[in-house]
């Protein structure tokens, strides 16, 4: 390390104010906190001082999506294995997995770092951290068999309009990684329908076994074949159809304590989004008109359907877009937990709903922290009258 450190001290004055490749610096910065941690700390006046800064924590929220990631690396390949009816071992599954899935992670970095890299060089400033996680969120909630073309495209959507725009990483206001996703489902639904996604474009139809339709446990329960769908383990576990990173419950589970542990993301918003799911799971029940209807579900099949639990964890605890105020956390995460059963249960078009919760929570956050701000004002100008 020490000689890769003085390589650096010894080209970056090529890169600095005044050297030939100056204008390039903002490229040459962000390899080099890459590498190194940057050194740079206050020198006067009072500051909170804290050892966690940017970089860390996007490398705990990498640290807690490979669970997920390697569980998805293998379903893509036991899935594949079981539309085939064939027999492969553990690590032919996983080896075939991983080499389905490693483009797309590929993809959405170059494209996504790409995009960062020029912009900013065009406006001068240095690059953020912040698309370490969005470029490894964004493949995770794609269909493993969705053209790399297509994730290039919403790629590049959501870094610039979804984040650019407002200016750079921290300043957006919808999650980066579900505008890419929200890209691809309004401008391409019918690759990211839910239904067949696994083995469309995987085995070309080609020896398929019979009885075998690919098709997501969501899209199952929107069409009411609910004798079609897998167990609440099957589902728990993760040995389910659907989007990459989504299907295991489990995997994601050791992501939230990763994220807990560390003090990374909020638990407030994390207990609340699946409370208000499983709240209102209970009251469609409560309500079904009969054994045979979408509404009687039970509410806890929701939570390990889809991307509930991987947007609970991931999504909606983003520190960016998510409520700031302690109390706004609650409602917040709430309203994203009914919401998305609502959306499912009674929008049969869609029936996966917990990335427009999140986007329409996302762009509500800072009403719901105004409204919490202003609740405590008044109630301790309240507090101060009464003593006067």
């Known amino acids: 390390m020490k000689a890769l450190r003085k390589l650096v001290d010894n080209i970056k004055p090529t890169f600095s104010k005044g050297g030939k490749l100056a204008f390039l610096h903002s490229t040459f910065d962000a390899f080099e906190t890459f590498l190194f941690v940057p050194d ?20 705990i929220v990498i640290i807690a999506l490979l669970p ?17 009816g064939g027999d492969m071992a553990f690590w032919e599954m996983f080896w075939y997995g991983l080499f389905k ?25 240095e690059v953020n951290e912040g698309f370490l996680v969005s470029g490894m969120l964004i493949p995770l909630i794609m269909p493993v068999d969705v053209p790399l073309w297509i994730l290039a495209l919403s790629v590049i959507f959501a ?6 725009v407002f200016g750079g990483t921290g300043m957006n206001i919808w999650n980066p ?16 329908s839910g239904d067949k996604i696994w083995i469309a474009d995987l ?10 339709s690919g098709a997501t446990p969501l899209a199952n ?14 589902m728990f576990l993760g040995f389910i159809p659907g989007s990459i990173g989504e299907t295991s419950t489990l995997a994601i589970l050791i992501g939230a304590a990763i994220l807990l542990f560390t003090g990374i993301a909020s638990w407030k918003i994390m207990i609340s989004t699946f409370a208000g799911g499983l709240l209102t799971g209970l009251l469609l029940n409560a309500v079904a008109p009969g054994p045979d209807s979408y509404l009687a579900m039970p509410a806890i099949n929701h939570i390990v359907m889809g991307g509930f639990a ?79």
């Open 68 to 84: 997920a990631m390697l569980f998805g690396m293998y379903n893509t390949g036991y899935q594949f294995n079981l539309s085939t």
């Open 310 to 388: 991987f947007g609970a964890v991931f999504m909606a605890t983003d520190p960016v877009t998510g409520s700031q105020t302690e109390k706004g956390k609650w409602i917040y995460g709430f309203l994203i937990g009914m919401m998305a059963i609502i959306i499912r249960v009674f929008n049969p078009g869609y029936p996966e709903g917990m990335m427009l919760a999140i986007l329409l929570l996302n762009t509500f956050a800072p009403f719901i922290d105004h409204f919490v701000v202003q609740s405590n004002i008044k109630r301790r100008l309240r507090r101060a009258a009464v003593k006067n």
């Open 40 to 59: 740079h700390v206050t020198k006067k006046g009072v500051h909170v001082r804290d050892s966690i800064d940017l970089k860390r924590t996007m490398t």
């Open 203 to 212: 085995t070309k139809g080609e020896g398929v076994v019979d009885g075998f």
């Open 221 to 234: 329960a929107a069409a009411g074949q609910f004798d079609s769908m897998p167990s609440f383990m099957d």
């Open 159 to 164: 870094v610039v309009i979804g984040k650019e």
């Open 101 to 125: 899935v490693l483009p797309l992670i590929v993809v959405s970095y170059a494209v996504g770092l790409g995009v960062e890299f020029a912009a900013a060089q065009i406006r001068g400033h």
């Open 177 to 192: 990684a579900l505008i890419s996703r929200a890209f691809v489902f309004f401008a391409y639904p019918s690759q990211i």
